[in-house]
């Protein structure tokens, strides 16, 4: 995907981005997704997702995009969000980022940072 101009009709930028990346467990984003429905530019948005999620250099795409959560978006034949998950904690771990710096930046468990992190140093190991 080229060229971002659709960005400029995106509805989400005229409101609480708190909306659209909430923080915590469950990461409710059902009034994001009532706001993407009325959105002109939502298919445009949900591909731009799918392309940035295709890249594992990226890392993990966090909350509403295209009027989808991560797992919807997975589930509509996005790439593995597990793997682009691990991935995200791996690139961010050989940068010396810190598992809890890490658990922040991405949204995810602390304890899953950790395991993937082990299970890395297994596979080197064997
Ligand atoms: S579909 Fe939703 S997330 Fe995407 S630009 Fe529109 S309002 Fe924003």
Redesign the pocket.
């Known amino acids: 995907m080229k060229s971002l101009d659709?960005?400029a009709d995106?509805?989400?930028?005229q409101?609480d981005p708190d909306l659209?990346f909430p923080e915590g467990a469950g990461q409710n984003t059902n009034k994001?997704k009532k706001?993407?429905a009325a959105?002109p530019?939502?298919i445009e948005?949900?591909k731009h997702a799918q392309h940035l999620e295709g890249d594992v250099s990226h890392g993990l795409r966090h909350g509403?995009?295209?009027?989808q959560s991560p797992t919807q978006r997975a589930a509509a034949g996005g790439p593995s969000l597990t793997a682009a998950r691990d991935e995200a904690i791996l690139r961010l771990t050989a940068h010396g980022v810190g598992p809890g710096d890490i658990s922040g930046q991405l949204g995810v468990n602390y304890r899953t940072v950790l395991r993937v992190r082990a299970g890395d140093r297994q596979e080197e190991a064997a």
């Open positions: 659709w960005m995106a509805v989400c930028a409101t659209f994001a706001i993407c959105c530019v939502r948005c949900g509403a995009w295209g009027g």
